[in-house]
């Protein structure tokens, strides 16, 4: 069984930083992709960045590349989000998230096909 627990959020002036993590239990295949979401209220989830658990290769929203990267401790076991120069349209209840095979860059910002999700953790960014 995976599970899979966030970390990290809390409340930030635009333009701080923070950290996310996700701590990953169980097991999971070596050709998983990896990945943080968001949703804002009223909004549909949406993909912000994923990484391939193999090796260092990643994808990131447009809306975030720059100011967020994603990275795995394979020691720790987590995958993190560090975020930069925040922005309140940054705001939002973060996800990660795993998928069990790739896909075109399109289809792995989709939430559709990952199938194990973490429970959330609120980021939100005052102006």
């Known amino acids: 069984q995976v599970e899979l627990v966030e970390s990290g959020g809390g409340t930030v002036r635009a333009g701080g930083s923070l950290r996310l993590s996700c701590t990953v239990s169980?097991?999971?295949?070596?050709?998983?992709?990896m990945g943080w979401f968001r949703q804002a209220p009223g909004k549909e989830r949406e993909g912000v960045a994923v990484?391939?658990?193999?090796?260092?290769?990643?994808l990131y929203a447009d809306s975030v590349k720059g100011r967020f990267t994603i990275s795995r401790d394979t020691g720790k076991n987590t995958l993190d989000l560090q975020m930069n120069s925040l922005k309140p349209e940054d705001t939002g209840m973060y996800y990660c998230?795993?998928?069990?095979?790739?896909?075109?860059?399109?289809?792995?910002?989709?939430?559709?096909?990952?199938?194990?999700w973490g429970q959330g953790t609120q980021v939100n960014v005052s102006s």
């Open positions: 998230a795993i998928r069990l095979y790739g896909g075109s860059p399109d289809s792995l910002l989709q939430p559709t096909d990952y199938k194990y």
């Open positions: 169980g097991y999971i295949v070596s050709t998983a992709y």
């Open positions: 990484r391939y658990s193999r090796n260092e290769w990643a």
